[in-house]
T-cell receptor
């Protein structure tokens, strides 16, 4: 199993551009989530999903959209990038619909100029 | 705001010594988890302790949970240079709905040979 994969690994955007961060898992996990990690602040939950077609907001959802059309994929869309969205983004998944043991992807380092 | 707060923010010890990290949280929880993050990598799950458990062991790791004080501790015994990493606690707050995992800001552990 590949586990949780994320693409791209690095991305540089200009203010106002849009892009999609990809996340996929091959463990048939129902629960998937997106976090951002900023220096000294740990991880903050952006959006999460408890199954295909079901998503909900986390702590810092503004400026981000998600959808979950399949069990495997959970893309994160930045609608109009801002410098405040410069961060490292992690996708994670876990079994069941609760926030149990999370399996993390390697992360995407995003810089917005 | 973040649910969990780790203490200390940074810890520097010699190989062979024990390392203790503490986590405090604010609301009732379903479970509390500890994760490790090596520099530039994704997080790796270490241990999960449920709200009705008081202590759990995994190899050189010992986790305690005191729900009356809303606190947990992670003890790493006989530390090694390879234990150098950031350690995060994460809580699954009891919210009555779908579950979210909320991370603290982490403890940076440096183990010197």
């Amino acid at each position: 199993n590949a586990g949780v994969t994320q693409t791209p690994k690095f991305q540089v955007l200009k203010t106002g551009q849009s892009m999609t961060l990809q996340c996929a898992q091959d463990m048939n996990h129902e629960y998937m989530s997106w976090y951002r990690q900023d220096p000294g602040m740990g991880l903050r939950l952006i959006h999460y999903s408890v199954g295909a077609g079901i998503t909900d907001q986390g702590e810092v959802p503004n400026g981000y959209n998600v959808s979950r059309s399949t069990t495997e994929d959970f893309p994160l869309r930045l609608l109009s990038a801002a410098p405040s969205q410069t961060s490292v983004y992690f996708c994670a998944s876990s079994r069941g619909q609760g926030a149990g043991t999370q399996y993390f992807g390697p992360g995407t380092r995003l810089t917005v100029l | 705001s973040q649910q969990g707060e780790e203490d200390p923010q940074a810890l520097s010890i010699q190989e062979g010594e024990n390392a203790t990290m503490n986590c405090s949280y604010k609301t009732s929880i379903n479970n509390l988890q500890w994760y490790r993050q090596n520099s530039g990598r994704g997080l790796v799950h270490l241990i999960l302790i449920r709200s009705n458990e008081r202590e759990k062991h995994s190899g050189r790791l010992r986790v305690t949970l005191d729900t009356s004080k809303k606190s947990s501790s992670l003890l790493i015994t006989a530390s090694r240079a390879a234990d150098t990493a950031s350690y995060f606690c994460a809580t699954d707050p009891f919210s009555g709905g779908y579950n979210k995992l909320i991370f603290g800001a982490g403890t940076r552990l440096a183990v010197h040979p």
